[in-house]
């Protein structure tokens, strides 16, 4: 009986498959055979991330616990409930805080910004994890150096990725938490006020490292926690940051294949 | 009863002795290795989560964790002493097998099999049940939202991110420009270098630990201690006037720490000389702070020079000290570069040490030029 | 010559040259970009003031060089060797003594350095003390109270030490101090006598054109320290009106008008002028701090632009205009509604926070334009914010039978100006919609049928009887003497130049031929009688007075006027009129059918009301049939803020701004209708004023000032209690026209312009409250009585309410800050006191003056009151404020200054033996003896 | 046919240089090159530099940095006086000499310390600094006394500060005339 209702599927199915329009987008057919397997990965821009065939050692969780594949994945949520995020969030000191309450309150779906905070701690997260697998399987050594350096810099982009979204809810945790943050820039040694050596760049009276030009002046746009660095900070977070973490993932992925896939025992 | 323990693990969990019970396990757990099989782990699992839910009943202890903020560090400690054990595990194994005649687990499985559809399906599957968690997470717990922000009111006490609290943790022990900037730009640069630094060809693609002992002694002691350690200590027992709080303790505003930190000007002019500080011009300031300079010159300068000596030069007790077997396998430039790293990694600890033990401030302190140590 | 290498497409080499030439083009385009933002237009003005500022201080110093007055500098210098030396001799033991100091200060160090231990360590354990007491628990250490108790001790003690140490070093160092006090002293005054000049030199030395200073303006790096900058003010509560939104103002009109609060700058050329009466405006201390209220609240224009032509400046004239334009390349910006007022007509701005102010002190312009804009009777056809409640502008037409005859109103109406070039009555026909050549016809019908329906509607009671007989020529003189040219001309040649106050009354032209004289003898007497509200006073006329100033008045014809044709109704126009008007509410046939019927006089009263109607005459004149009628005219209470597009300029060529269209409205009213082709009930209706250039400018200035923005509480101006009730006696001051003979905040005096001799003009009302006990100014505003006998000008009596005489005076007595009504009656005077004040009062001759009638060859300006008045009129402290110093309360009087005060300001006394010398008990002696004069 | 599946290339220490001779640059290319380079690379130096320039706003919208706080006698001697904590984050103080101002920023990390009048001292809530009424740092991890601000006599004889220029005691700068209104 149940074949009388499969019998007509299938063939629609087939009908389906072997259309133009779905030949046209599928290079391959089901990927059954060992062809259709190394089709499917070849011909699709996201899985040829991938190689056809891999270390058997390298596929299992117990080797490489995926942290990078989730860090990858939450990277792709962060933006996803960022954007829609950015239709409700206005990053001036008068609305940002009612903005957000509103996304509490009343905006339908408003657990975006929960999805959104909880996804930034859990990318922190798995990202110290990710360097703890790189390391204690040594596979930072020749020739994946140079993905190791690329790596760190991720690291510090997710960093600074959650640090400037941290001020974004413009309430007393963001401030204060920034405000202790930006307060350390202003002791660079030599670019900031209260650095050493800078009080000795003076030409004539003019002291050329002052309140108005120093680091912490260049990282909140302002004297102090305002306006600017609100718009600053909302800048960089959805747009400055995330384009070049992008820039800099695709090159971490490329060099994690043409510095031999996922590394193994030589 | 209750309290008694109570008091002990306030007692337990206070600055100065946490760091040197977690120091000093971590590297009895390197010297014996068997403490990373699998029951211990379980054990040790069991325990953790026995005193983290039986602590739950504390109401100071659940204001602090339960904060919703503080969940993620929460999980910080469990998932890093999960994966970290299970890396050494793994590495115990392998170091078995490869001592055995047998090979590591990773050169056995190293034929070359289909991706599709393995790899991409458990793929797939992490990203499902990475998107269960983070719905369960969302939904059992509304992220913080505290009164709109007043830059005349500051907080107290005012953290910085929870990620940060690290360096925020050393500003108690450096002055800002060190803790804020030299250091933070240090830890990136040493873990870009560590590739070029380390020059041991083996340990690479599978889980070991006697392979590379040195390296992961060194890594592990850094994040797990100087990092993760700090960041869980800033954020659970570090309260108002940053002042230190067991974590069953409530976090009163009132408490009043004796602070009476001194320089090592003041200890050489005031207490041994009985002198007041040499005041004046620039030559006045060197004469204050000679000592100081001295002892960070000789520490940053000297000491890698001395490190790079053959054992035989030092005396029966200081054999440890030497690190001429690594100055010929690394080559000089490798070996200074390194050895100065460790060194400016090994400065914190040292410094804590010194402000528990003699309340030193500063070892060196140029306040007009903001340029302490 | 492309030679193209196998296996490749393109000329390499060839490419090489294109990517060089495009590279040189890329940086240079690059460098222009960053050279393009850095050269602004304001930049330039910046450095000349740079280069200004060190002329100036360049010269300050000179000044300041003079300034220093070399003997005191030589003593000073002297007395401060003499101090150096002596000091120099005890140098041994102000040596020991700093040496003391220098123990003394290691020794506190150190005690410090102990006390704060002890104190770190025993504030702790008072927190834990405090614990272990109350909760019990021992929270991290238990602490008992003897070891408190011995803490407490020790801190204590520890603290002790110290505080002796500190109490003995200050001690020793005010010591020191001492010793050299006379060195620092010296050299302190020595400072301070050359500070002026070394602060200048100061100066000049940071504006000198060094490295840094031309380093730190250079393009990229000038984000450091740059010394050539936007400067803005930010103005919270007088916010900006960005349609619907309120955004806090922010004016950066600074940045090129850097001098603008310095009065150094009070003659430099623009953009560098100091901006006029900084008492008022801009400075700190002033009502208007520019901090408070920025530059546009009250010139309008952009003040977030930082280009000439971009903050939207206003030419005066047309050569202005070019001279800008080549100057500064200044053109009118198309996109912002509210550009500056022209600099003359700044003063409408302050409309819109002084809403409710009849007179605003210090903005001349602005209250003479308020006065022309109602004296026109704008008002009557507009409703405008702050004429609401004004009586009508012109006379009553209920009883005008009686006044005059019909020809003569028909002729009137038909064309004003042709009988009294200074009326302010509008001309209706012969515009540029109505123009004689082509409807004077029915220009003349519709004049004829208004007549008609006037005279129709005006009370019939009986004529006047003839007047007694009078004589032209003491009519005259009584005209020029009495007081009537305060509100009246006699001749108007000029007469927009007279004093707008002498233009409140019709002149006094061609009499004759307008008015019955019977009307004028009753009217002169009693203005009342004829219509009750009017506010010409009633001069206490004797009747021969009143018939010789009738003869006078009788006697002056208009000739050229009497012998004009009288506008005579047209038949076949008036049938086109009535029918017009009919078929507004009936169909054709029924109008026609109606018509018919009608006698002609019904056809004049039909559409006689119909044009009324349509005229709008009600707005100004009270006429019978029209009490509830609504004024005709637009509202122009937010005209200043209409939108440039919702003007119609029709087919005139001129610019396209508000203040152009509103010129050429006032102009030519009707002119807009040009090349329109409209059927009568539609064409345009304002009547032609025929202004002056200076009246149509003082219209313009109040209309541009009505504007919409409301601005926060904080930004308006709200009157005090004391300005409110000034502010009502002002209402009255200028309904009555006060300041047509009196000068009352410094401004009026209209009927000065006709009398020379100062001493005939009637008193400057300054400081009046404070001036005349209340209740003596009560019974003179009542019944005038004399004060100056010698003078021809009379008080008329203006027969004042209770209510308005005591608002009148509260009023003053508000402006002057005085205290009403009460002390003078209790001041108790002792005899001795008033002996002296007699006996000062021959030694000072006051009575050659003061006198109590005329004597002799005394001229005008020189007589005085007497002072039998005193007693009752004035008050104490007025008498000695006036001896104090008379020109400040009355300037251009001739009462001599007996008791002036020398250079550095203390008073001096010609009589040194006279109550010991004290010159104010010398004053108050004679006051108190002037307030007993006559007991 | 797609290409066989790649095969990872075998990873070598150091790839070594292309095959092949590279064409020689000739003396008549080199000038129109070493011109191309040189002018790109100075023209994208020149850029950055701009857009380096665009992260430094000119003109800041803050309040303005100086007001009027009363006349000399409005203060008591030996009172700190914080009723400007709040609107301009300043205290104003009398001693016997003048008058002084102190910025209510610690200068351990930026927090805003309260006066303690029972105590007479500053206590900063964030990690527990403290200063005596002048301003000197006795207590807590800060590592400076609280700086000084502009104070001077306004032409109407009023006290003016001025927020923009700050003082260092550790800097000798207390005993600039700008630092302090005598009123001895």
Known sequence: ?266 | MIDLFKDLVNWASGPTVLFTIATLGLLAAFRFTQVWSKTSAKVFFAVLAVFYTASMWDPDFFLIVAKPDNIPITGVIFLVFFFTWFAMHQGIQNDRRSAGEGEVLEKQESEKVWVWPDLVYTEMLAMVILSIVLLVWSILLAAPLEQPANPADSPNPSKAPWYFLGLQEMLVYFDPWLAGVVFPTLIIVGLMAIPYIDTNPKGNGYFTFKERKAEIVIFLFGFLILWCLLVVSGTFLRGPNWNFFGPYEYWDVHRVEPLLNVNVSDFFWVKLLGRPLPTGGFFAALMREWLGILMVGAYLFVLPVVMSWPRDKFPTGFKWLSCHHYFEKMGATRYYLGVSLFLMMMSLPIKMYLRWAFNLKYIVAFPEIFFNI | MSKVAPGHAHNISKLNVIFAVSSVFLLFSTLWMIWFDYSREWKGFQRQFVQMERDLTARQIQEAQQGINQADLQSVQAELQQAQTALAAEQAALEALEAEIADLDTRRTLADIREREIKAVYDSDKFYYEETRERGTPLGRAVSDDEFQALETSFFTARDVRVALDFELTQKRAELREQRSSVTELAGRMEELTQAVTLARNKLDSLAPSFPNTFRNLPVVDFIDPSIEVRQVLVRNVTEELNFAQVPRIDRCQTCHLAIDNPDYADAPQPFTTHPNLDIFVSRESSHPVDDFGCTSCHLGRGRKLSFSGATHTPESVEEEHAWMEQYGWKEDHYWDNPMYQANLTEAGCIKCHRDQVFIPGAEQLNQSRMTYELAGCWGCHNTTGYEDKRNRGPSLKRIAHKTDRDFVARWVRDPKAFRQSTWMPTFWNLDNNPDSELRARNDTEVAAIVEYVFEHSTDDADYAAPPRGNAARGEALVNDIGCLGCHLTDESGYDQASIYRRRGPALVGTGTKLDAGFVYEWVRNPRHYWEDTYMPDLRLTDQEAADITAWLMGLESNGFASMAVPQADAGELDELTREFLRTSLPDAMAAERLAGMSEREKLLFSGEWLIRRHGCFGCHEIGGFEDAQKIGVDLSTWGSKMVTRLDFGYIDIPHTRQAWLEQKLTAPRSYDRGKVKAPAEKLRMPQFGFSDGDRQHVVRNLLGQVRDEFPQEGTKTLSAAEAVAEQARHLIHNYNCRGCHLIDGVGGGIYETIEDTGMRPPNLNTQGSRTQADWLYHFLADPTEVRFWMNVRMPSFNFTNEEANTLISGFLAMDGAQPFDEEQERVYDRAELRVGAQLLDQLQCERCHVAAAAGTMEASQLAPSFRLSGERLTHDWIVDWMLDPQSITPGTQMPQFWPTDQQGNRLTPLPDVLDGDPMAQMRAVASYLMNYDR | MPDPPAQPAAPKPAPRRAAGAAKKVTRREFPFLAIGWGMFTAAMAAGLTAAGRFMFPNVLTEPPSTFTAGFPDDFAIGVVDTRFKERYQVWIVRDEEGIYALSTICTHLGCTPNWLEAESKFKCPCHGSGFYASGINFEGPAPRPLERVGVSLAEDGQVLIDKSRLFKFEAGQWNDPASFLSLT
């Not at chain 1, 149940?2 to 259309?19: C, F, G, Q, Y």
Request: proline fraction near 5%; charged fraction near 15%.
């Open chain 1, 1 to 266: 009986m149940l074949n009388r209702i499969l019998a007509p599927l299938s063939a629609a199915w087939k009908e389906a498959t072997d259309s133009q329009v779905w030949t046209s987008i599928f290079r391959h057919g089901k990927p059954v055979s060992n062809r259709n397997r190394a089709l499917v990965m070849m011909s699709n821009v996201f899985l040829h991330l991938h190689p056809v065939k891999s270390r058997k050692a390298g596929i299992k969780l117990r080797y490489t616990w995926c942290m990078g594949g989730i860090t990858f994945f939450l990277f792709l949520v962060l933006t996803f409930t960022g954007l829609l995020l950015m239709f409700y969030y206005r990053p001036t000191v008068e609305y940002a805080y009612a903005d957000i309450v509103d996304l509490q309150e009343h905006v339908p779906l408003g657990i975006m910004r929960e999805l959104h905070r909880w996804g930034a701690h859990a990318m922190v997260i798995t990202v110290w994890l990710h360097m703890l697998r790189v390391f204690m399987t040594g596979s930072y050594k020749p020739p994946r150096e140079f993905n190791w350096g690329i790596g760190v810099v991720l690291l510090v982009l997710t960093l600074l990725l959650s640090f400037t979204g941290y001020l974004l809810p413009w309430d007393q945790l963001a401030i204060w938490a920034i405000a202790v943050g930006s307060n350390m820039a202003r002791a660079t040694p030599l670019l900031g006020t209260e650095g050493p050596l800078s009080a000795s760049l003076t030409l004539g009276d003019i002291s050329l490292i002052n309140a108005g030009n120093d680091a912490r002046f260049a990282l909140l746009g302002a004297r102090s926690v305002g306006q600017p660095t609100l718009l600053r900070f909302y800048v960089l977070h959805c747009v400055g940051l995330p384009l070049v973490a992008a820039f800099l993932m695709a090159v971490h992925f490329w060099r994690v294949r043409k510095d031999g896939g996922i590394s193994g025992p030589m």
